[in-house]
């Protein structure tokens, strides 16, 4: 075999190589998703491309035989075509032997370098970068290929399941898509410019739906503006007027005995036309959903679709009132920074500086963390708002000016009012960009209590 026939045997094993190398690959990088719409689009490659991807076993023997085979005969050749070559031309300077060992070695490498940069590297990039574009011109030359070593490939997948059945592993990946799957998809489109940041917020917001208590969202009992049954009509005006909002409440002596709820419309209809206001009127007051405070967004979501309202009280195991929520509270958890935030959100977590925030007690929990940027405090379980996980840290009612150190932040209590936490002041035991300090070691994480120091 002359030289130039050498190297063109060689080149087409390198090209042999190159193509079971990115059939390999665009099999195993292509996605799913992506190749079901082609295939939904006309695109009948890439319905065979999913049924491989479903049964890949042969698919993958044919590739380890070629590769392996292919691997083989390029040694082969590549040392009887080249050695002889290289090793008369390092003759002129160096001993015989010597020179027929470095001959082998400079063949040896040349061919080794040839395939691992034609026949591995640039096809497997190609194949990463271009999943399915690939996978589907090349699955029908490895149909063929298929048929054409189908023996091989009985002889070789039988004893491979065989092996994966005696060792205990799965023969085929699980294809089910789960919600960490389309969040990191999600994470991933945010990054490379696809999905807008609030979007992405949006998305991930949603799938919290099924983890995050009503509590978080609701309004709490001492902002509920409620009538009582027997409110006199000016009493019925002035509250509508102090307090604006679109439902009340109607109540039977307090507020834990909650008999249903008053539409403002309906009462602005009767302002408007100057017709008195009663609450014991058939029809005016409406039947109220009640809803225990341990369900999640998304159990309330589905409790206002069965009844078709979009108001609810939420009380806890001692029938107790604990607060309201409605559909425009869970819609805004939701949507996050997409809607502007009420006068009571805003109200509720004041960012001071970069390293400093003032929180209502009351604030829910899951707030806090987005604010901060935590995945979780201790405890989780235990309280739903600030001022819960303060008292369960401290193991008693927080005093004005108790503090505790967790997860690089300080949480001290600023104000409180009749057993009330009222404002919390949280900022960073280190600061972003500030100095820093001379001497001494950083106090570790714990739990501080500052005594009130009066001049």
């Known amino acids: 075999m002359t030289l130039l026939q050498s190297l063109l045997l ?15 690959l665009s099999l195993a990088a292509s996605r799913r998703l992506r190749l079901r719409q082609m295939a939904d689009e006309g695109d ?25 085979a292919v691997a083989i005969l390029g040694g082969i050749v590549g040392e009887g075509a080249l050695s002889p070559y290289f090793s008369e031309l390092l003759a002129l300077w160096l001993p015989e032997r010597r020179a027929q060992t470095l001959g082998f070695l400079a063949s040896f490498l040349l061919v080794t370098s040839l395939f691992i940069l034609f026949a591995d590297l640039l096809p497997k990039r190609l194949g990463m970068a271009h999943s399915e574009r690939v996978a589907v011109r090349v699955v029908g030359p490895m149909q063929w290929c298929m048929r054409l070593f189908k023996p091989l490939i009985w002889l070789y997948s039988r004893a491979a399941d065989a092996l994966l059945r005696l060792s205990g592993l799965p023969a085929q990946r699980d294809e ?22 609030r979007e992405q917020q949006v998305i ?7 983890t995050r208590s009503v509590v978080s969202a609701m309004s709490s009992r001492d902002r509920i503006a409620f009538f009582l049954r027997d409110d006199p009509d000016h009493v019925i005006r002035a509250r509508i007027a102090n307090e604006p909002f679109s439902t009340y409440p109607v109540c039977v002596g307090d507020i834990d005995h909650v008999v249903g709820y008053v539409d403002a419309k309906d009462l602005f209809q009767r302002a408007l036309l100057n017709q008195p206001i009663s609450l014991a009127e058939d029809g005016l007051v409406r039947k109220v959903l009640i809803v225990p405070d341990r369900l999640s967004l998304a159990e309330v979501l589905e409790q206002f679709r069965q009844v078709h309202e979009d108001f609810a009280v939420i009380v806890n195991e001692y029938s107790l009132v604990v607060g309201v929520v409605t559909l425009n509270d869970v819609m805004s958890t939701v949507m996050g920074d997409l809607v502007g935030p009420s006068s009571a959100d805003e109200e509720q977590i004041v960012r001071r500086d970069e390293n400093s925030w003032l929180v209502d007690g009351i604030t829910p929990i899951d707030d806090v963390l987005h604010a901060l940027d935590l995945d979780e405090l201790p405890h989780a379980d235990e309280y739903e708002t600030l001022a819960g996980f303060l008292m369960v840290m401290l193991r008693r009612v927080p005093r004005r000016t108790d503090s505790v150190d967790w997860g690089g932040y300080k949480f001290e209590v600023i104000d409180v009012d009749s057993f009330r936490i009222d404002q919390v002041l949280v900022s960073r035991l280190n600061p972003v960009r500030a100095p820093l300090a001379e001497g001494g070691a950083a106090e570790p994480p714990g739990i501080t209590q500052a005594l009130d120091v009066r001049s």
């Open 10 to 24: 060689i080149a087409l094993l390198i090209a042999a190589s190159a193509f079971f190398s990115v059939a390999e």
């Open 176 to 197: 089910r898509v789960t919600s960490d799957d389309i969040l990191a998809m999600m994470e991933a489109g945010a990054r490379s410019g696809v999905l807008a940041a």
């Open 204 to 210: 991930e917001n949603l799938f919290e739906l099924d």
């Open 44 to 68: 009948a490659r890439a319905a065979r491309v999913l049924q491989m991807q479903e049964q890949p076993g042969d698919y993958f023997t044919v590739v380890q035989v070629g590769l392996n």
